[in-house]
């Protein structure tokens, strides 16, 4: 199972879905996790830190999304504007 981390986009918001070292526990349990680049940036988690606990960092949000097959989010996928391509409009048919 492939898990996908994304950079949260709500204005201000500082958290990160999961830190490094539950990304460890993760992987070590069978899980393929991959991170958005800069996800952790704003908590305090650079994209080596994740890759230290063997995540795969992905820069293209799109890419992270579409390959995915569980996404773990801060807040829930956005869906705001349906005449642009949003998070919840990127993923693949049955990704939790």
Avoid: W
């Amino acid at each position: 199972m492939k898990l996908a981390v994304p950079k949260e986009i709500v204005s201000g918001e500082t958290r990160v879905a999961l830190v490094p070292s539950c990304v460890a526990k993760l992987v070590k349990a069978g899980m393929e996790v991959s991170v958005e680049s800069g996800a952790g940036k704003a908590a305090g988690c650079d994209d080596a830190d994740y890759q230290a606990k063997e995540a795969t960092i992905e820069p293209d949000q799109a890419n992270l999304f579409a390959e995915a097959d569980a996404v773990a989010m801060v807040h829930p996928p956005d869906r705001k504007d349906e005449t642009a391509d949003h998070q919840i409009d990127q993923m693949k048919q049955g990704a939790l």
